[in-house]
């Protein structure tokens, strides 16, 4: 490959690609770019060679390396880029230059992220995902995606602000920003960024931008949004705090609580927000475990997650477009009218519930097998838990209540050609990745020989995953977790889906936040006049006394006191100077 | 529309054969606006006890699930989870967990539609056809808001 080929980075042609779009107003030249970009990234990517630095600079004195492959990003970068052609193929009925721009130059900004070499052109592109990604939740130009827009600005710009705080610390402390794993909390910014990668990667508590704002993107813009941001802080994750004990029980605990959440929640986009909660906690938790098997469950399970979940995103938004909502309460039945939007979804949905010859079956089990093999009973319950959750709200839920359930009366048209078209490519790689390696590169073979520690999975492909062992238990689990969601179905006691939204960690600011901001305010109006008032009354009364005693006309002016403080202060001055002296002396 | 001159052309005389017309059925919908696909693909679920169908059916699976795990000496890493039916019985508990944590979760943490500001419509750029949406931006009033 030519010299200035070998340098250009993917995710830079994206972004190029992404702002020429927004000047190019011919919608058909417009969705060639959107097209053909992707799949020249592709190809820069898979003919680039890996371990080797192809572009660098020095600005500042900070030796930045701006392009550099090797074994854990090359499969991040590569799902980035495939899911980027998806996504645009999947838009291309649409017609705004600045979404496409937008989802173009944000999946840029994801691999350029993912292919930097050191802490600061990642922070670099790590801002430009957030300002990138924004316009995907504006364009829905709603007012309510508009405050969404803008508290997930602020949430990843915080983000954006700790990881520029931490940089700065560990280059005082190191003296160089290169991608050397950390390995203790405790050392000088290493917090900041722990947290930084912790809000991308919506860890509990710092995860309600994510269903504040995903489902309010518009339509297309939502699938683009579940592919890239959480991936790329697991990958920074990966990257920076392999083996760091304390990411088991925080990955353990997200994919725990948003399955309660999950259930109860009629939004079925954010239902999918939640799930993607819900799977990056594995991810998560496999970066915790930190070994070379483990490192290889998070590399493969985030591959396929992009791709699984996109998919189930990619029918939510044919059934919005189709219909106008994707509320549980308001659908049932589609598939009398969108019967390979269907298909499509229940592919979706048994890959993410790690069905076998499925996706999440070859990927998530090198996970849960790492958590086991390493003695963590309660983690390992903990994940067992969420896999039975994960088939409740993604593999049932989802397509249950859209396309099936209640008949809702709905009668509308199949999902645009070029929707069913991005579908039906992701259902592929869904099932593909699935399959046994009948030849090396056939199926998950393909995944394993691309994993960063390909011995380790290779050796775990021949020994573990397609055992009767592992089928039998993994379809022991499903199927007896599906026969309890017939049983409570016939017994009435699963719970019906109703209107509403359901309050999460984001209460806190938006409406306790708000309200005591509100009343501040509001105290504020009516104290303020009053307060203003005594303060000048007691200043005022200040000013009148100062002057009845200071001024010539006061106390102090007149005669008989003017003797007296010429002595006091001559014997002041007196004692000043003896003091000096005495000091001096 | 149909192929009666057995020369590939259709009674207008143009170049439709029949193999076409039927792919063109398939894909458009009847009078019902129901799918012609979604009758061959799931037409099966319309049929008249198919909840009861299905329940005996699955489970009949799972005891079967489990009957296999009793022939089958498994090797976890995790003891307990040598026991035959473990992955099964835990799995349907913590499904019947989740799902029935619902009830009171919902009662706790349910509220209006509008509890946060006017929930509004779908975004735009939905089809304009929708029957829940329409015209987007018709849907979005100036009243609409989000604390």
Redesign the interface.
């Known amino acids: 490959m030519p010299a200035l080929l070998e340098s250009l980075n993917p995710g830079w042609l994206l972004i190029l690609a992404g702002v020429a779009s927004l000047f190019i107003k011919m919608r058909q030249v417009r969705q060639v770019v959107t097209v053909v970009a992707p799949i020249l990234g592709v190809l820069l990517l898979i003919f680039s060679v890996q371990n080797v630095t192809h572009a660098s600079a020095n600005v500042m004195g900070l030796d930045l390396i701006l392009y550099r492959v090797d074994g854990l990003n090359f499969l991040f970068s590569l799902a980035f880029l495939i899911a980027s052609l998806l996504n645009a193929i999947y838009a291309l009925h649409t017609d705004d230059r600045i979404q496409d721009g937008a989802a173009l130059a944000y999946a840029g900004a994801a691999v350029s992220a993912t292919l930097a070499g050191d802490l600061m052109t990642l922070f670099v592109f790590w801002e430009v995902t957030a300002i990138s990604s924004v316009f995907l939740i504006l364009r829905a130009r709603t007012r309510a995606s508009y405050f969404a827009a803008m508290r997930y600005l602020g949430v990843q710009i915080l983000s954006g602000v700790l990881l520029l705080n931490g940089i700065a610390y560990v280059l005082k402390s190191r003296g160089h920003l290169s991608l050397e794993a950390f390995t203790d909390l405790s050392e000088p910014g290493v917090m900041f960024i722990f947290l930084a990668f912790g809000i991308k990667a919506a860890f509990p508590l710092l995860h309600n931008w994510l269903q504040d704002a995903y489902p309010k993107a518009t339509v297309v813009g939502s699938v683009v949004l579940s592919a890239f941001t959480t991936k790329l802080a697991v990958y920074a994750l990966a990257r920076m705090f392999p083996g760091q004990e304390h990411l088991i029980w925080i990955g353990a605990t997200m994919t725990v609580f948003p399955v309660f959440f999950a259930v109860i929640e009629n939004d079925l986009r954010k239902v999918l927000s939640y799930s993607i909660n819900n799977q990056v906690g594995f991810m998560v938790c496999g970066v915790g475990i930190g070994t070379p098997l483990a490192i290889n469950g998070v590399t493969a399970h985030a591959f396929a997650d992009i791709f699984f979940k996109g998919l189930l995103m990619m029918s939510m938004g044919a059934v919005l477009y189709r219909t106008g909502t994707v509320k549980a309460s308001e659908l049932g039945g589609l598939h009398r009218s969108m019967p390979w939007t269907t298909v499509f979804c229940i592919i979706g949905a048994m890959s993410i519930s790690a069905f076998p010859l499925f996706s999440a079956f070859v990927t998530k089990s090198i996970i849960i097998s790492e958590v086991a093999s390493a003695g963590y009973v309660a983690i390992f319950l903990m994940l067992m838990f969420a896999s039975a959750g994960v088939l409740e709200h993604s593999g049932i839920k989802i397509p249950y209540y859209a396309f099936f359930g209640h008949d809702s009366g709905i009668r509308v048209k199949e999902a645009p050609f070029n929707m069913l078209l991005a579908m039906g490519v992701a259902a592929f790689i869904c099932v593909f990745l699935g399959l046994p390696a009948i030849t090396p590169n056939f199926g998950h073979g393909w995944l394993y020989n691309l994993l960063p520690y390909r011995e380790e999975a290779i050796g775990y492909s021949h020994h573990h995953l397609f055992s009767w062992e592992h089928i039998l238990t993994q379809m022991q689990l499903l199927i007896l977790a599906i026969f309890a969601f017939v049983v409570l179905k016939r017994f009435h006691i699963y719970p019906p889906e109703k209107k509403g939204v359901i309050l999460d960690s984001d209460w806190v600011y938006r409406k306790a936040g708000y309200g005591l901001v509100s009343w501040m305010g509001t105290v504020w109006q009516k104290a303020g006049p009053a307060m203003t008032a005594a303060f000048f009354g007691v200043t005022g009364k200040a000013y009148t006394w100062i002057e009845a005693a200071f001024s010539p006309r006061g106390e102090l002016a007149r005669g008989g006191l003017n003797g007296a403080m010429t002595v006091w202060t001559a014997v002041l001055l007196g004692i000043v100077l003896l003091l000096s002296f005495s000091a001096a002396g | 529309m149909s192929d009666e001159t057995g020369s590939g052309r259709d009674t207008s005389g143009r170049f439709v054969k029949r193999a076409a017309e039927q792919v063109h059925n398939l894909?458009t919908?009847g009078a019902?606006?129901?799918?012609p696909?979604?009758k061959i693909?799931?037409g099966w679920?319309h049929r008249k006890g198919i909840?009861n169908i299905?329940?005996w059916v699955?489970?009949a699976?799972?005891v079967i699930?489990?009957v296999?795990?009793l022939a089958?000496k498994?090797?976890?890493?995790?003891s307990f989870?040598n026991a035959t039916?473990f992955?099964?019985?835990?799995?349907?508990l913590?499904?019947?967990f989740?799902?029935?944590?619902?009830?009171p979760?919902?009662r706790l943490?349910?509220?209006?539609?509008n509890?946060?500001?006017?929930?509004?419509?779908?975004?735009?750029?939905?089809?304009p056809?929708?029957?829940?949406?329409?015209d987007?931006?018709a849907a979005?009033s100036a009243a609409?808001?989000?604390?």
């Open positions: 894909h919908p019902d606006g129901i799918h696909l979604a693909l799931f679920t909840a299905i329940f699955l489970g699976l799972a699930s489990i296999a795990d089958m498994r090797h976890d890493y995790m989870a039916g992955y099964g019985i835990y799995g349907f913590c499904f019947s989740a799902v029935v944590m619902g009830w979760l919902g943490l349910r509220r209006d539609e509890y946060y500001g006017d929930a509004g419509g779908p975004p735009e750029g939905v089809d056809d929708a029957p829940l949406g329409g987007a931006p979005h609409e808001g989000d604390a």
